[in-house]
């Protein structure tokens, strides 16, 4: 079956670098999310990243893909308080395959310091 | 504003009442999906829509749960006999066909006394 895992919690000082880690079991993924949850609200979409590609930089979000590991990583640049949240890595088989559903991970929950 | 509502924010209901859900999807979105939310979880899947069409449940809509989607526009989601595990966050999202993104709403948090 699917399963999607997440380390807990992170805390890390304003400035510095985050990384969020997410692995994944389902080898026939073909898009890796990572949405934002922000406390009383819905999920934001940072950004995803296609199965064929390693990288994906997009301003302070960087995501790496290792698909042989099946490990997806989450680096955000210069931290801010307003970075705290909790984040949740995701993964789906593409809109164009039986309707795009995703299946979540426990969600990591980021504490930036200042 | 254009995003996905969801209607009410909060309920609360006695064990064995009935409740039922409204989220109104972006207009031009022709998927609307559900999810549920349990505290310290990520969101699951719960079913899927395609303009009226309901194509997809998961194993965790239990027969006490049914969602409409009657003119492909908002849907509705019903849990009958309401239980103290229903308790949760529901989320609803849309998307276009051939679009990767699905936008969120806040969701509807339930609580079962």
């Known amino acids: 079956g699917e399963d999607v895992e997440q380390s807990l919690f992170l805390s890390v000082r304003e400035g510095d670098s985050s990384v969020i880690n997410c692995t994944y079991t389902d080898s026939s993924s073909t898009y890796l999310y990572w949405y934002k949850q922000e406390p009383g609200a819905g999920l934001q979409l940072l950004t995803y990243?296609?199965?064929?590609?390693d990288m994906k930089q997009d301003q302070r979000l960087t995501v790496l893909l290792n698909k042989k590991d099946k490990h997806l990583s989450l680096r955000i640049a210069d931290t801010q308080t307003g970075d705290s949240a909790i984040y949740f890595c995701?993964?789906?088989?593409?809109?164009?395959?039986?309707?795009?559903?995703?299946?979540f991970g426990g969600g990591t929950r980021l504490m930036v310091k200042p | 504003d254009t995003g996905v509502s969801q209607n009410p924010r909060h309920k609360i209901t006695k064990r064995g009442q009935n409740v039922t859900f409204r989220c109104d999807p972006i207009?031009?979105?022709?998927?609307l999906y559900w999810y549920r939310q349990t505290l310290g979880q990520g969101p699951e899947f719960l079913t899927y829509f395609q303009n009226e069409a309901q194509l997809e449940k998961s194993r965790l809509l239990s027969d006490r749960f049914s969602a409409e989607r009657p003119k492909g526009s908002f849907s509705t989601l019903e849990i009958q006999r309401t239980e103290q595990g229903d308790s949760a966050m529901y989320l609803c999202?849309?998307?276009?066909?051939?679009?990767?993104?699905?936008?969120f709403g806040p969701g509807t948090r339930l609580t079962v006394l």
């Open positions: 995701a993964e789906s088989m593409g809109p164009r395959n039986a309707g795009n559903m995703l299946t």
């Open positions: 999202a849309s998307s276009r066909n051939i679009d990767n993104e699905q936008f």
């Open positions: 990243i296609f199965s064929n590609m």
């Open positions: 207009s031009e979105h022709n998927r």
